[in-house]
Structures are given as C-alpha cells and as structure tokens.
C-alpha cells in the first residue's frame, strides 16, 4: 500500500483536530493515532512495519482520514 507521506505530514502537523474529531468516544486516544502516523513517518510509510493493533488503528483513523476528499 503507497501512502501520500506529504498528506500524513500535513495531516498529523497541521490538523490533528481532524484525529480528535475522528476518536472521539471511540475509547482511542488521539495520541495513540498520532504515534501511529508519526511512526509511519519515520519508516517511509512503511505498513508492513505496524503491530496488529497499529494496523487496526492505522485503517479505522488514519487512513479514512487521508482517502477523504481534500478539505482545508
């Protein structure tokens, strides 16, 4: 899976109002979705890098998040 690494840039420095929107009441922290795409970040986008739990919380936040229809 290619991963826009611009967009998960943007994303995670310019709009993590966007994530906190995205977790909440869902029991998962912002945070924890944050390190996800930092971690992703610092590997080249790398998914085959992630734990079975990043993975999950990888295609349930991040990655709705980064398929949407570009809004600013």
Do not use: C
Not at 12 to 37: C, F, N, Q, S, W
């Amino acid at each position: 899976m290619d991963i826009d690494l611009n967009r998960l840039y943007w994303l995670i420095t310019h709009r993590p109002d966007r994530i906190k929107k995205a977790v909440e009441g869902t029991g998962y922290l912002a945070k924890t979705v944050l390190g996800v795409g930092t971690f992703l970040l610092d590997n080249e986008g790398d998914v085959s890098l992630l734990t079975a739990k990043q993975t999950v919380t990888f295609e349930k936040f991040i990655l709705p998040l980064l398929e949407e229809k570009h809004r600013s």
